[in-house]
């Protein structure tokens, strides 16, 4: 029987440096030792305790890529405390959570088309009274399915949202897998993309019958906003797709307290979802890029091979040197929510009910115009994340006050409170278990101070608010009809194959094809060779593969010289961009 009050793989860390005498491993620093002076006397302040701890694959600890000891136990009671059947720990951010289960997903369908097309090619030369050989069967099949990244069709598809972290499109990269682009709802009031629809996933579902390897959603958003994943769950299984959720923002869903809607978001596993990544440092406590990959009890029924799948892919995109005090982290962030003398589920309640304070506050007694995100369930929109809290600041043409969210941004940070993703229209706060009533006390003066003073809006503002006019017009684009000459692999049925994103090719082919370097004035119609995004969120509009239209990359530029952060691009200032040859 498990028990949650354990924590195994601290346990063994703290006996393994204990025991170490005489430390001929690595790292280098040999347990603080020969610490950089800088490090330890700055940062650490001569406490070296962290340092003793930083071991490597010791016979005692176990090892992350076959475990069967002190990692085991603590993947184990993590499965058990997320409701899920199996589970690993992944040091590599949720990044590689995410491309290990596309990767898996892909192997596995190619797998099953090789097979029923080996199988129908020795039915077909069996009553033709044909020989040959299997092996030459298996290499026409995989010549027709595109494995390697050559071929024709029929090639593995995922579909998945525009709005999708560029994880999802460096994991198409590397499985070779065909985008289905489906937009998400958008809210008109305050200009900001929501959740997928539940039917519109499903038509696109239909419309890719036979040739879908995943289906990806991405709940919560950056804003906290849940998707309808039951709904989304039930098409999958009818389609006998598997359904991985991106819910990096989510894993302390499983831990919240009933609540009233909208903030009545229940974890993906428990709705319905085959894999799910959690970035458990974001909302659980771990250190920052430790998360947690799990496979649901159905989906590892129904498809035995997919533990191992998994496993194997994660080999390919995790460290083979992990951190152990990344992994100890993970059982830890664990045991405070799930061990019964912990208080982790009572700090998570707190840091909802003072996300619900500060809410409440903004909203009866409005701040210079700036007021709380509100949204009811509707299309895109199950529930909402209660310890996420999106302050709109020009949102509302009556309440609009002078500055832009990353002006606001700017005069918070002046004051020492720092956002998790300021916007030209708004500036989103995460709370979390580690949120106190000071924090948001903080906050709520900081904005009162911002809201009255008479802030005149900066240059830079007014170049983002006439960024904000592209983009407005982009995002209107994306919610016209398809058009119906558009082949349904390459729709999502909601505009979702932009005018500015034609597909050409699959990113996996325009990674490894011949590129040049073109003005940015040239590189319209070109076929572009970079994945380039604003970041955080880290949403592209520019996908390796698809064509550069002339309002994307005008929305670019706007967001380059309004000082926005552009990710992802070769050359920062985006004078030059990559395309294909």
């Known amino acids: 029987m498990l028990v949650q009050s354990r924590a195994p793989l601290i346990e063994a860390l703290v ?50 890529f076959a475990p069967e000891g002190a990692i085991a136990d603590a993947q184990r009671l993590a499965a058990e405390a997320f409701g899920a059947k199996r589970s ?32 129908l090619a020795r039915v077909s030369e069996e009553d033709c009274g044909g020989g040959g050989g299997g092996g030459g069967a298996s ?32 994991a198409l990269v590397m499985a070779g897998a065909e985008p289905v682009w489906v937009v998400p709802e958008y809210d008109e009031a305050s200009g900001l993309t929501l959740g997928l629809s539940a039917s519109k996933v499903a038509q696109a579902i239909k419309a890719n019958e036979g040739s879908l390897a995943a289906v990806m959603l991405v709940s919560p958003t950056y804003h906290g906003v849940i998707s309808d994943v039951a709904a989304i ?6 389609a006998g797709v598997p ?20 903030f009545n978001g229940r974890p993906a596993l428990s709705q319905g979802a ?26 590892l029924t129904r498809t035995p091979q997919l533990g191992s799948a998994l496993s194997e892919a994660l080999g390919l995109v995790q460290s083979s040197s992990p951190s152990y005090l990344l992994l100890a982290s993970l059982d830890a962030a664990r045991w405070q929510m799930a061990a019964p003398e912990a208080r982790g589920r009572r700090w998570l309640a707190h840091a909802s009910r003072l996300a619900s304070s500060v809410r409440n506050e903004l909203r009866t007694r409005p701040v210079g115009g700036m007021y709380p995100l509100e949204l009811v369930k509707r299309e895109g929109v199950a529930a909402v994340d209660p310890v996420r809290l999106t302050v709109m600041v020009r949102g509302g043409s009556a309440k609009e006050t002078l500055l832009d969210g990353f002006e606001v941004d700017e005069a918070l940070i002046e004051r020492g409170v720092y956002a998790e993703l300021p916007e030209l229209d708004s500036i989103t706060f995460a709370f979390s ?10 906050l709520v003066n900081a904005l009162r101070e911002i809201g009255g003073d008479a802030c005149m809006p900066s240059e830079a503002g007014d170049r983002r608010r006439t960024a904000a006019a592209a983009a407005a017009l982009r995002l209107a684009a994306l919610t ?69 239209g002339a309002d994307a990359l005008a929305e670019l530029l706007a967001l380059r010289d309004a000082g926005c952060t552009i990710s992802g691009a070769s050359d920062a200032d985006l004078d030059t961009i990559w395309v294909l040859a």
């Open 139 to 170: 290499a026409n099949v995989d010549h027709r399915l595109g494995v390697g990244g050559v071929g024709g069709e029929p090639r593995p598809r995922v579909l998945l949202p525009r709005n999708v972290h560029r994880s999802a499109v460096h």
């Open 15 to 64: 006996m393994a440096s204990a025991a170490v005498k005489a430390p001929f491993f690595f790292p280098g620093h040999k347990m603080g030792e020969g610490a950089p002076l800088v490090l330890r006397r700055d940062l650490l302040k001569g406490d070296m305790s962290a340092l003793r701890h930083d071991l490597p694959e010791l016979p005692e600890l176990d090892n992350l």
């Open 233 to 238: 769950a039930r098409s999958c299984r009818d």
């Open 433 to 442: 278990a580690g949120s106190r009533r000071r924090h948001s006390r903080r």
């Open 480 to 548: 016209e009809e398809p058009d119906p000459d558009q082949a349904p692999a390459s729709s999502s049925l909601s505009g979702a194959d932009l005018e500015s994103g034609k597909r050409a090719c699959t990113p996996r082919e325009a990674f490894f094809r011949a590129r040049k370097s073109v003005s940015a004035e040239a590189a319209v119609g070109e076929i572009s060779a970079e994945l380039v995004c604003p970041y955080p969120p880290g949403i592209p509009l520019l996908v390796p593969g698809e064509r550069i």
């Open 88 to 119: 690993w720990f992944l040091v590599n951010g949720s990044t590689c959570g995410v491309i290990a289960a596309v990767l898996a997903c892909v192997q596995l369908w190619i797998g099953a088309r090789i097979r029923e097309a080996a199988c």
């Open 243 to 262: 359904l991985i959720v991106d819910e990096a923002h989510g894993a302390h869903l499983h831990f919240l307290e009933p609540s009233e809607p909208p």
């Open 274 to 299: 085959d894999i799910v990544v959690h970035s458990i440092h974001k909302t659980l406590g771990s250190l920052t890029q430790s998360a947690i990959l799990h496979a649901s009890e159905t989906a």
